[in-house]
């Protein structure tokens, strides 16, 4: 299936490769670059690139380029799934997932790449088996290391890739128990100038952290299921039982993962959490054009609008701004016309605005480029959805855990058109 | 292969030349010197006793080659560390070793060894890297050790191991594809292995070696289907794929009168229900297709029913569109696309527009995905409409898939929406997402008829757009649109017109002077102008610009030649000098077509017709049209090209094949087994039952019944009954595997002592049956003569208990018994009556066995059922004869073959074969016209009304070197009779099947011989010196590494086997061979007493080449025995020792 893998860098340079049938040579990323030359941004270059003797699919992430050789057919979205999973874990051992990262931890990398693919048809993707296989590195052990010698490979052989539980390793203790979960979610919508929704959807995900001893088996009921439209589970979730009675059942694996990811339709009406309110004008012939921006709370239950971030890329007239907010920092790139606007908090009682005057190219016409305003916010303890955890119970072990549920909303992908 | 070896000799010559990244590395100071005393220093790191050096330098090594440098002269260094104890040095030395033994075989041998030593290590998990590392050593010398190492590892206890068996399949097959065979019995018996570990790997070692032969899946496909949810995600994507292949060959289209059926109808009602939550929806939905088909049924044919099978599949894939992985749901998506019935596709939509919420490259293979699938199946997508508007910071990539999408999901009652969004996407900064909105516009117009208008009068005013681009594309898109009703738009021809002045893209230009001069009537006045300007600027245009403008000339010529004479001549002769050789010929071309002179020929009269001709207007397509012929979710459907590898989706059949085949047998004492399992999960799956009993409990008793009646027409009364069980079987089966896979760790132990219990229990119970039965004075003769350790006592205790247990079981036997067996054996146990009691007795013994072979940790069953049973049925046969035998000593060795006892296999079930039924045997006699084929006899029985004509051989597709000896044509089969006939097959010593097609006077059948390895040889005749002889010698010729041309096995004999004559004639009966004659050991050396334990000599040659074949059986105490097998071809000796094995332990 996947042949070799290459690890290309932003500005090009195949800073690793791992081969798992026979070696293929690195001149194959030569097709690759001239896609990437082709594309007018990073991000525009195609998934999937066939070659006289090969086919590269690539994932990009975190300006890296993942480039997977492929021989023969094989589903496009088993590689893809598969390097989004590598990276994953890459960002799960080491923090981050950058070329510094990597390229420090070259040795632990391969031995990973190494457990993940057997003949290029992966054999270990659970992080808790990898972990229990190879140890992350941690300063801690760095040094210790360094002067004993010692390995990152694990002494014992794993036992959990044998047990019936493959997402959860054996022998797990704790002196305090505690699980946690988080439930995040995420709005995305489309807000016409008129203010008016044209799309609106909540996106949630419910991420746990668990950090139980022996094998402890736990239910997680809703006081109002209904409103999860359609959910994608961790293999741990007993999927019978959610389909009778909408528990979630399950083993944890041992750590971080995400317990389920959800869609709240948009059947359900969708309280959409800010407005804006936007003047901007290009008069004909001027080069002076007005802009004004104002944001404000809308449907927030009571709770505060926080970490608010607003960006918008301005037409290519636009040479410069000069503008002033009542509140947070703004910047301009003159060149890629990015106008960002850090507006922190929202008080109720004073909205932010942001006003001033932009210069025009002179004798440029009127701008027909419709600009958009990206809108980046949290709202706390509130899942915009309403929906709420009733209970977590656990059977199988004696102890008590200690538990824990956060709710949060966050904006996804929230736009708002401006008129012009 | 070739390509990259030839990269690996270039790189392995430079090793220390021409590495011109030396500046990017930091550590090699960029010159050669300190490269070379680099690699000195690790040399000595690496032979230092510190582990820790060992394991820096390694570190330093591996870092190496994950920057691409070349590190192949530390080999010799670095291989002599393969055994070192620190793990993560080993480790390091593994990755390092199978990056590099391709280039160094000669070196890569010596650390062969410690693989083998690991493979026989106690701990799995040490088993299973061995093997792992082994098998990825890229180095053909060690095919045979590999081979034999698969071979044991298939059938270890650790399902973990036997997964890495199925991981190192298809490395084995891509080294050395001559192994193709092997490993496919290999597969074989992995597929019919019960643990989700190992499950996804060997599917996907199936589809690389051998996805043509999806005959291997029928008798796992139920397991597979109710394991599929437990299996890892990555396994789970490769069955679904290959489920969707085996049921498009074994089922029929579930849509195949709904196709007769307009578009729409029952499809509103199924979307105004989609919620999905409730089961009872579920229901409705089966009750409406049901009315449906039996709706059309009265039009049209027979009612549509679903096979079982069928809807398991669909039933047990339905629950991973929930999985977190998309490839899992994009095999789902594409199953249900495929094979589901028109109204239950609809449940995948909402999957697939969820993924849309992930990565950018998820995004893009779904869209396409999407894509395709909206133009059949439009009503799917329509209630996720808004799910595709595009946002601004989607990629280009994206928003044009979307867009694409959008178009396909556009009619009459959300197109005023969509045309809406558009608006908006064409004031995006992306410019080539805005000529793709134009072009959608466009589409949107030739499909939609009433919203033509609105989109053209929209097109008109992009014309006066300030981007240039924008213009032309909608310039190009409204002549496409204009074609189709040219009257009543001659403002906007001459509109476009004027625009000539201003616009400078190529392709906009030629489409204005195209449409003028196609609809130079309606625009009498500009037209003559136009071509006046573009006369003046012609030498000035690029190429499809002057091709356009001598278009437009000519046919102004033809319709208004009196303003236009002169200007048309005047671009024909500047055309003519023009430097493009295309517009020379064409102005060439035309000035001869339209101008008349008197050497013009017959044309010219036509000229009118040929450039004013109606021309049918642009149909404007989906470029994701048909592209659904390749399977949904494959790399070829993404490509829109066939990728290396790909498996074609077959056409679903007319006809349905024998759903039979997929029966397995069915365990009678399966539920007990449940019922003793943990209580614990009996509950949950109590509490489980609604989700699946609802469904069944309206889909599961109906559809089966109506499937047996539907059979039973054609098959065997028989057949219909088993048909019926088989519901009820697989559910039990379910729950089995289940429980099984869950809980085998904690029962494992239990079960095991029970089984335990179970055979010490059953041990001395056929051999006290058939005693009465046999004729008692010669046993009792034979007990004196060979004395057994069978205790009198146990029998005497156990012998109430095994009758009444017996005399319980029969009833259901013989049920049994009639449904699974062939006629022959029917026939042979008519025959022999006082047989029959001691063979029940010894299928009831086997019964225990397989229930055995329930446990996840014992290696699986062998999936031929058929082959004990025969064994039985002959050692039966033998101890009469040995009876016989004994009273006067004189035993033929080669006549102990009765020829009743040949098995039968079949060529050609009665039912495909439309009453024409066909069975083969190795009938074991030369072959006369050529003595290096196999004689196949084969009997044909034509149980159909009509007679049957010329029954012929054709068209033979063999491997290479294999020859085919055609039976000479049969004329006439009348109906009811039965005719045999002798063919000669070359196999080339090989257990490749031979393909052919058997021809009728109206039909061809594909059918195909696989001969077992025992039937590749014929039996010589040696004396026990000449046998010692040649045995030394192959031993000495070769001298390599044992295994190579000697297998030796050890094994024990069952009680009942152990005679002479039943080890001979086990050992005949498997492998074509003649017996050495062990008198002659007295012969040649009387003063040496009769050896302790008796030696049982064999031995034969291969048919094609000749080889010789010898085996040896010498038997010891207590039944255990040694097998040794001698013969040149490596393939057919392991086989063999496999084939004889099996005979002589069962």
């Not at chain 1, 066939?50 to 990009?60: A, D, G, M, N, R």
């Not at chain 2, 890297?129 to 206890?157: C, G």
């Not at chain 2, 190192?168 to 992995?190: F, G, H, R, T, W």
């Not at chain 2, 024909?572 to 050497?599: C, E, G, H, M, S």
Request: charged letters at 25%; glycine letters at 4%; one cysteine or more.
């Amino acid at each position: 299936m996947i042949h070799s893998l290459f690890l290309v860098n932003s500005s090009g340079d195949i800073f690793l490769e791992k081969h798992w049938k026979s070696v293929v040579s690195r001149s194959v990323c030569d097709y690759f670059f001239e896609a990437q030359e082709r594309a007018s941004e990073p991000e525009n270059v195609p998934p999937v690139i066939p070659t006289p003797h090969h086919y590269l699919i690539s994932v990009l992430r975190h300006r890296i380029y993942f480039v997977a050789v492929i021989q023969s057919e094989v589903p496009p979205l088993f590689v893809i799934e598969f390097l989004h999973r590598v990276v994953d874990t890459f960002q799960d051992y080491f923090g981050v997932c950058t070329e510094a990262a990597i390229k420090d931890n070259v040795v632990v990398v391969y031995e990973l790449l190494e457990e993940m693919l057997d003949n290029g048809f992966p054999l270990a993707t659970e992080s808790n088996i990898l972990k229990e296989l190879i140890k992350p590195p941690t300063i801690l052990r760095t040094v210790v290391n360094t002067i004993t010698g010692s390995t990152n490979v694990g002494e014992q052989l794993p036992t959990g890739q044998l047990s019936v539980v493959p997402w959860r390793r054996t022998g797990v203790k704790y002196t305090n128990n505690e699980a946690y979960f988080d439930v995040v979610e995420e709005i995305d919508a489309i807000i016409d100038k008129s203010g008016s929704t044209i799309t609106a959807e909540i996106q949630g995900v419910i991420d746990a952290c668990v950090k139980l001893t022996g094998m402890p088996d736990l239910t997680l009921s809703f006081m109002n299921p209904r409103l999860l439209d359609d959910v994608s589970f961790h293999p741990c979730v007993r999927f019978k039982r959610w389909e009778a009675e909408r528990i979630l059942s399950f083993i944890p694996p041992d750590g971080n993962f995400r317990l389920l990811s959800y869609h709240v339709s948009s059947q359900n009406l969708v309280a959409i959490p800010v407005y804006v309110k936007h003047n901007i004008t290009f008069r004909e012939g001027s080069s002076q054009g007005r802009f004004e921006l104002t944001l404000g709370p809308k449907q927030t239950m009571g709770k505060g609008v926080e970490a608010v971030l607003v960006s918008s890329q301005l037409p290519r007239g636009v040479l410069n701004t000069n503008l002033n907010p009542t509140q947070g920092t703004y910047t301009f790139d003159p060149v890629t016309k990015l106008l960002s606007w850090d507006v922190g908090k929202i008080n109720p009682q004073k909205l932010p605005s942001l006003k001033g005057s932009m210069s025009l190219q002179a004798g440029a016409s009127k701008p027909d480029e419709n600009p958009t305003i990206n809108i980046q916010f949290k709202i706390q303890q509130s899942a915009l959805s309403g929906l709420k955890v009733n209970r977590l119970d656990m059977y199988g072990e004696k102890y008590k855990p200690f538990k824990g549920i956060k709710y949060m909303t966050k904006a996804g992908k929230f736009q708002a058109l401006l008129s012009n | 292969m070739s390509a990259s070896s030839a990269f690996n000799d270039e790189k392995g010559g430079s090793s220390n030349v021409g590495e011109p990244e030396y500046g990017h590395d930091p550590a090699s100071g960029g010159i050669f010197s300190s490269d070379y005393k680099r690699h000195d220093d690790l040399k000595e790191m690496l032979d230092s006793n510190k582990d820790s050096l060992k394991l820096e330098a390694m570190k330093r090594i591996v870092a190496m080659i994950a920057r691409g440098k070349n590190a192949s002269d530390l080999f010799p260094a670095v291989v002599k560390n393969v055994a070192c104890k620190n793990i993560e040095v080993k480790k390091l030395v593994y990755v390092y070793l199978v990056r590099y033994a391709e280039e160094q075989q000669d070196l890569a041998l010596l650390s062969i060894s410690t693989f083998q030593r690991g493979l026989k290590d106690p701990n799995q998990l040490i088993r299973a890297s061995a093997l792992r590392v082994l098998s990825s050593i890229r180095v053909t010398i060690i095919v045979p050790i590999m081979m034999l190492a698969i071979k044991e590892a298939a059938s270890d206890m650790s399902p973990y191991v036997r997964k890495t068996a199925a991981h190192a399949i298809p490395k084995l097959y891509s080294l050395d594809p001559e192994q193709k065979d092997c490993l496919i019995e290999v597969i074989e018996k992995l597929l019919a292995d019960k643990t989700t570990l190992v499950a996804g790997s060997v599917v996907m070692a199936f589809e690389e070696v051998c996805p043509e032969r999806i005959d291997l899946i029928h008798k796992n496909y139920r397991k597979l289907c109710n394991l599929l949810i437990d299996v890892e995600e990555w396994g789970q994507v490769v069955i679904i794929n290959m489920l969707t292949r085996y049921a498009r060959t074994q089922f029929l289209n579930p849509n195949m009168n709904e196709s007769l059926l307009e578009e729409g109808g029952g499809e509103k009602a199924f979307y105004g229900s989609d919620n999905d939550d409730d089961t009872d929806d579920e229901e409705d939905k089966e009750e409406k297709e049901k009315k449906k088909t039996e709706a059309t049924a009265i039009v049209k044919r027979k009612p549509y029913v679903m096979d079982p099978d069928h809807r398991l599949l669909l039933r047990n894939t339905k629950p991973l569109l929930q999985s977190r992985n998309a490839a899992v749901v994009m095999a789902v998506a594409q199953l249900y696309f495929h094979l589901a019935p028109k109204a239950e596709v609809g449940v995948i939509a909402k999957a697939l527009v969820r993924l849309m919420r992930s990565h950018s490259e998820v995004q893009y293979v779904v869209l396409q995905n999407v894509a395709t699938m909206s133009i059949k199946r439009r009503g799917m997508f329509e209630p996720y409409l808004k799910s595709f508007y595009i946002r601004s910071t989607d990629p280009t990539q994206i928003k044009v898939l979307k867009l694409e999408v959008l178009t396909n999901l556009a009619n009459e009652t959300n197109i005023s929406t969509i045309l809406r969004e558009f608006q908006t996407y064409i004031k995006s900064n992306d410019k080539d997402f805005v000529a793709a909105t134009i072009q959608a516009i466009g589409r949107c117009a030739t499909n939609i008829g009433e919203v033509r208008d609105t989109c053209l009068n929209g097109l008109v005013q992009l014309l006066s757009n300030r981007d240039e681009l924008v213009v032309a594309e909608s310039v190009v898109v409204i002549k496409k649109l204009l074609q189709m009703q040219p009257e009543q738009h001659s403002d906007i021809i001459k509109h476009m017109a004027k625009l000539t002045d201003n616009i400078q893209v190529p392709m906009a230009r030629a489409s204005i002077l195209w449409l003028i001069g196609e609809y130079c009537e309606h625009v009498p006045k500009i037209a003559p102008d136009v071509l006046r300007k573009m006369a003046k600027t012609f030498t000035n245009e690029e190429d499809i610009v002057k091709l356009q403008i001598i278009n437009l000339a000519a046919k102004l010529y033809l319709t208004n030649s009196k303003q236009t004479k002169l200007l048309t001549q005047y671009v024909l002769n500047l055309a003519k000098y023009d430097q493009n050789y295309d517009i020379r010929d064409r102005a060439r071309f035309i000035r001869q077509l339209i101008v008349p002179t008197d050497k013009s020929g017959a044309l010219s009269k036509y000229a009118k017709k040929l450039f004013l001709a109606l021309k049918p207007a642009p149909v404007l397509e989906s470029p994701f049209k048909d592209r659904d012929h390749f399977q949904l979710g494959s790399l070829s459907h993404l490509l829109n090209a066939k990728a290396g590898g790909y498996q074609v989706l077959p056409d679903w059949p007319e006809a349905a094949p024998d759903p039979s085949v997929r029966n397995v047998e069915v365990k009678e004492s399966v539920p007990e087994w449940t019922k003793c399992s943990s209580r614990e999960k009996r509950k949950e799956k109590k509490a489980d039952k609604p989700f699946y009993s609802d469904s069944e409990g309206e889909s599961g008793p109906t559809e089966s019944a109506d499937s047996a009646s539907d059979t039973a027409s054609g098959s065997e009364s028989g057949s219909g009954s088993e048909e019926s069980g088989s519901g009820s079987e697989s559910e039990e089966s379910n729950e089995e595997s289940e429980s099984a896979s869950e809980e085998d760790e904690e029962e494992e132990g239990k079960k095991k002592k029970k089984n335990v219990e179970k055979i010490k229990a059953r041990k001395p119970v056929p051999e006290s049956e058939s005693e009465p039965s046999s004729g008692e004075d010669v046993k009792k003769s034979e007990k004196k003569s060979k004395p057994r350790i069978g205790s009198s006592e146990s029998e005497s205790e156990e012998d109430n208990d095994s009758e009444s247990e017996s005399s319980e079981s029969e009833e259901e036997e013989s049920e049994e018994e009639s449904e699974e067996e062939t006629k022959k054996k029917k026939k042979t146990t008519a025959s022999k009556p006082p047989s029959k009691p001691p063979k029940k007795e010894n299928k009831k013994e086997k019964k225990e066995m397989s229930l055995l072979d329930f446990d996840d940790f014992d290696p699986a069953p062998s999936p031929s059922q058929v082959t004990p049973l025969n064994n039985f049925l002959s050692s039966s046969l033998v101890t009469d004869l040995e009876g016989l035998s004994l009273t006067d000593n004189v035993l033929s060795p080669t006549t102990i073959i009765p020829s009743g006892n040949l098995k039968t296999y079949e060529l050609l079930h009665r039912i495909t074969g439309e009453g024409l039924s066909v069975e083969y045997c190795f009938s074991r006699q030369p072959f006369s016209p050529d003595p290096h084929m196999v004689a196949v006899k084969i009997q044909f029985t034509n149980s159909a009304t009509s007679e049957a004509k010329s029954l012929h051989v054709e068209d033979a597709k063999l491997q290479s070197g294999m020859r085919i000896k055609e039976f000479p044509e049969i004329e006439v089969l009348p109906a009811g009779e039965t005719v045999s006939v002798v063919m000669g097959i070359d196999f080339c010593d090989s257990t490749q099947a031979a393909n052919f097609q058997l021809c009728t006077h109206t039909r061809k059948f594909f059918v195909s011989i696989q001969p077992p390895v025992g039937e590749l040889m014929m039996p010589i005749f040696m004396t026990e010196n000449e046998f010692k002889k040649e045995q030394e010698m192959l031993l000495q010729s070769l001298g390599q590494l044992m295994g190579m041309n000697e297998i030796t096995e050890k094994l024990t004999l069952e009680e009942k086997c152990q005679g002479e004559h039943a080890v001979v004639q086990r050992v005949t009966t498997a492998a074509n061979l003649s017996r050495v004659p062990c008198g002659s050991d007295k012969e040649c050396s009387p003063p040496v007493p009769p050896p302790p334990f008796p030696i049982h000599r064999f031995a034969g040659k291969t048919v094609t080449s000749g080889s010789l074949v010898l085996v040896s059986v010498v038997t010891k105490e207590d039944g255990a025995a040694q097998l040794t097998v001698n013969c040149e071809k490596m393939v057919i000796g392991t086989m063999l020792v496999k084939d004889i094995l099996q005979a002589l332990t069962q």
